[in-house]
């Protein structure tokens, strides 16, 4: 289930659209029969990783997409999407950020932009179930329309909340530990989680700031 802030947070939250048709694989790109195809495949599949050279630490391979124990942090971006780029280079940037995503999540950077094959497994360790599904019925799932789009979800995989878009980093720490920490639960309905987090944000906020 998605969730949105209020209209002053969703202010903060900007996105950037498009992408050139040329990036996009396909199987026709790959030669089938030769004995160079599945180095080909390979190839394509690791396309992607390019999206978040310098973040290998945080970002794992898309390849399986699973909680692994923590709670999973997916984000959607797109080549040429500038808002993106600030995204991982405030994560570079922030160790506090980047340590916090390393030690609570399984983060996973899915750019669409390419079309590769992902491993989806969620439900936990007594309800395991795993997909196999491209790239873009992945972003369909999430309903992704704009980038970033950024997904957070507890250890067994369900979606806990869903960020359209960028936010500064002292917010986008505050969202991690609203979810990271656990803090959500117990919450009932939309209108109360939205309270909640925006309280935790300003509070962070202001933490951070007098830091």
Do not use: W
């Amino acid at each position: 289930m998605s969730r949105f802030f209020l209209a002053v947070l969703v202010l903060l939250s900007l996105t950037c659209f498009g992408v050139a048709d040329d990036d996009a694989i396909n199987e026709d790109m790959i030669s089938s029969g030769s004995a160079s195809s599945p180095q080909a495949i390979e190839k394509a599949n690791n396309l992607d990783k390019q999206s978040y050279m310098g973040l290998e630490d945080v970002f794992l391979d898309t390849k399986t997409i699973a909680p692994n124990g923590k709670y999973m942090l997916l984000v959607f971006g797109k080549n040429g999407c500038s808002y993106c780029e600030l995204l991982k280079q405030d994560i570079k940037k922030h160790n506090t950020l980047k340590d916090f995503i390393k030690a609570n999540y399984s983060a996973y950077y899915i750019n669409i932009s390419y079309s590769k094959m992902h491993n989806f497994r969620v439900g936990g360790a007594h309800k395991n179930k795993e997909f196999k599904l491209p790239t873009f019925e992945l972003a369909s799932i999430y309903d992704v329309s704009s980038t970033p789009t950024i997904v957070f979800a507890n250890p067994d995989g369900k979606t806990i909340y869903e960020l359209p878009g960028y936010m500064p980093y002292k917010q986008f720490l505050a969202v991690l530990e609203f979810v990271g920490k656990g803090l959500y639960k117990g919450i009932k309905d939309d209108k109360e989680f939205t309270n909640k987090l925006r309280a935790y944000i300003l509070k962070r906020t202001r933490e951070l700031n007098a830091a």
